[in-house]
């Protein structure tokens, strides 16, 4: 009985070596296959960047003098858009003192419409006239489009 135990166990220990190796041969070699490939794919991938890289490097050279004339352009337009906006509040402020000095009053625009028409000539008053500190001179954004074109 002994030596059927024995038999028994030996079985679980005898070892194919070279199958055994034969298989983590075959995996390794599946790997460096792969690795292979990989690597390949790397240096496509590698090789298309530095064309494209090229590539949009001489475009960036090419187009550079029109990229900063367009940035130009596109800063004059921002002061036009600056000195018209200026120029629109400082006339909202005068329309807007305008309508204090005469009466106007913005919620009825229907009775601030005939109001003049309706008034009583005796009670007219003598409306203020500008005086040369009053007026204002708009400031010109021409002269923007005439310095960008230089």
Not at 15 to 21: H, M
């Amino acid at each position: 009985m002994l030596k059927e135990v024995v038999n028994d166990y030996a079985e679980y220990l005898k070892l194919d070596l070279c199958n055994e190796f034969q298989t983590i041969q075959n995996v390794i070699d599946n790997m460096i296959t792969r690795l292979e490939e990989l690597t390949s794919v790397l240096q496509m991938i590698k090789l298309k960047n530095k064309d494209c890289s090229i590539a949009i490097t001489e475009d960036i050279c090419r187009h550079r003098n029109e990229v900063t004339i367009l940035s130009k352009k596109i800063f004059t337009l921002s002061e036009i858009v600056s000195k018209l906006q200026q120029n629109v509040e400082m006339l909202e402020k005068r329309v807007e003192k305008a309508e204090l000095d005469f009466g106007v009053q913005t919620d009825n625009k229907l009775k601030s419409l005939f109001k003049p028409f309706l008034k009583r000539k005796d009670s007219q008053s003598v409306s203020p006239s500008i005086t040369a500190q009053d007026k204002f001179v708009f400031s010109s954004v021409l002269d923007k489009f005439e310095e960008s074109d230089k």
